[in-house]
């Protein structure tokens, strides 16, 4: 009898074990798989929501620029775009050389010093440009000199500009003078610019066109014509400002041609050598003489 109860224990357990298998209930490891699947569901369907609206985003700011661009397609530009795109001294005659496109624009409607050389115990080289609508004469610059405390150490003036008539966005050469003054190495020059109006009649400054110049390592040649109705006196000055490939000043020169006149029409040659093995690649030059 005991036997035969064991044996319906052992079919009763079984049986219970064999339901419990097919009624699904799932084991603690399926409910780990089921809450990750889960969560990487809603993970997803969160990145997709951020990526639409970043998408929506983007469309809107493209939409943005492309209303910006057709804004500035129709308005005129500013007068600051105006003085970047005056033409550089080339269009002017009477300035010549290989770095005239190197040269600063300038403010829009000032004539200013636009680069300044390094003072040498003597002379400062500087260029003037103008940017106003007309053309001016006899340019003339005055500097006071003052130390990085803001004391007054020094003043000094310029010796001439070349060319004498600046045409609008063009320049013109020259340096000032310190009469030797010792000025600290953190100096800072205060110019005060001026000018008239363009010379004309007798006993004024004619300039010479420049036809051609070359540097030729130690020296530079070229050829200078006067194309003005009256001829020129001398003594014909030639200045040249040599400058680096990123627009520095080197060094300021100057010459005078062996011939002291020229009459209308006439072509003259010219040379402005060179000392101190100075690289005058990129130069500068202008030439004027007088009307007596």
Do not use: W
């Amino acid at each position: 009898m005991k036997r035969l109860v064991s044996v319906f224990s052992i079919v009763a357990l079984v049986v219970s074990l064999v339901l419990a298998a097919s009624s699904g209930t799932p084991s603690s490891a399926q409910t780990g798989e089921q809450s990750t699947i889960e969560a990487q569901e809603t993970r997803i369907s969160e990145l997709e929501k951020t990526a639409a609206a970043r998408g929506q985003r983007m469309n809107a700011q493209r939409t943005e620029i492309a209303e910006f661009e057709a804004e500035l397609a129709g308005e005129s530009a500013p007068t600051e775009v105006a003085a970047e795109q005056v033409e550089t001294g080339s269009d002017s005659p009477y300035l010549g050389g290989t770095g005239l496109e190197l040269l600063p624009a300038g403010a829009a409607g000032e004539v200013e010093v636009v680069l300044q050389g390094v003072y040498d115990g003597s002379i400062l080289p500087i260029i003037v440009r103008n940017n106003s609508d007309e053309a001016i004469g006899r340019v003339a610059v005055a500097a006071a000199v003052r130390s990085a405390a803001g004391d007054l150490v020094g003043a000094g003036g310029d010796q001439g500009f070349n060319p004498s008539r600046v045409e609008p966005g063009s320049y013109a050469i020259g340096y000032l003078y310190f009469d030797g003054a010792t000025l600290p190495n953190d100096a800072t020059f205060d110019f005060d610019v001026s000018f008239e109006e363009p010379d004309g009649g007798s006993f004024s400054s004619i300039d010479m066109t420049m036809v051609e110049a070359t540097f030729l390592g130690d020296r530079i040649v070229g050829t200078l014509l006067n194309e003005h109705d009256e001829p020129m006196s001398g003594p014909i000055n030639i200045a040249v400002m040599c400058l680096t490939a990123d627009c520095a000043i080197l060094d300021h020169e100057s010459g005078y041609t062996d011939q002291d006149n020229a009459d209308p029409g006439q072509s003259i040659p010219f040379q402005v050598s060179f000392f101190g093995g100075i690289d005058c690649t990129y130069f500068v030059i202008a030439a004027s003489g007088y009307n007596f």
